[in-house]
């Protein structure tokens, strides 16, 4: 049996994967044209691997980074709308001591929580492919394994939902039928954590109302609950 990589070398293995030309070509666009309000910065332009508490028991997973946020500041949900979304939420919970995430150096701390992506390249119209998803399935795979104290996982948008159900088969747990998406949902599947899906905290969802600060933070107060 292979021993899991750990922390520090899969978050490097991510940096450096070059198996999505179609998003490598994006990324590598974006931070050079920029946007106009940070076009003084450098960008990161590089897969970004999860960030947070090396001991978490609570995962949060994302669908993939952000073309200005992430793609720019190198950190999951860092430097957008999206991230103090969430990092509200976090905060009011007790995984963040800010509510809020700009920079590498802003002082965010997470605790006992990790936040990573199904896929680690920002996508163009934040649609990856089939084919780009299951290419980055195995970042996923390391991540976790390399976090063996996880207890529960909060799934961002249906996407990051059936991200989470690929890494329970992984782990020889088969759900039938599989559970669809839904908002607030907590599926205990036997032998595996639970998860709680959550809307994603994008612009789309939050600025129509479909996703409220009190409906996320309600979720993560779910999760707090889970691990007891």
């Given at each position: 049996m292979v021993a899991p990589l750990s922390l520090s070398v899969a978050r490097r293995r991510i940096t450096v994967c070059q198996a999505c030309p179609r998003l490598r070509a994006y990324c590598a666009r974006i931070a050079q044209d920029k946007r106009p309000a940070c076009?003084?910065?450098?960008?990161?332009?590089?897969?970004?691997?999860?960030f947070g508490d090396r001991r978490a028991r609570l995962l949060i997973l994302g669908l993939a980074p952000g073309a200005h946020g992430a793609n720019r500041t190198g950190r999951p949900f860092t430097g957008d709308s999206a991230s103090d979304f969430l990092m509200a939420a976090l905060q009011e919970t007790g995984f963040a001591n800010l509510p809020t995430s700009r920079h590498l150096r802003d002082g965010l701390k997470l605790t006992d929580a990790y936040i990573t992506s199904v896929v680690r390249c920002a996508p163009p119209d934040n649609r990856p492919s089939g084919v780009e998803i299951a290419a980055c399935h195995e970042h996923l795979q390391a991540e976790a394994a390399a976090l063996?104290?996880?207890?529960?996982?909060?799934?961002?948008?249906?996407?990051?939902?059936?991200?989470?159900?690929?890494?329970?088969v992984d782990r020889g747990v088969t759900v039938k039928p599989r559970p669809k998406f839904q908002h607030g949902l907590i599926c205990?599947?036997?032998?595996?954590?639970?998860?709680?899906?959550?809307?994603h905290p994008s612009q789309q969802n939050t600025h129509t109302g479909r996703l409220t600060a009190t409906m996320l933070a309600d979720v993560f107060s779910r999760a707090r609950d889970l691990l007891g």
């Open positions: 076009r003084d910065e450098t960008y990161w332009g590089r897969p970004v691997p999860g063996p104290r996880l207890r529960a996982v909060v799934t961002l948008g249906r996407i990051a939902w059936d991200g989470y159900w690929r890494l329970m205990a599947p036997p032998g595996a954590p639970p998860v709680v899906g959550a809307y």
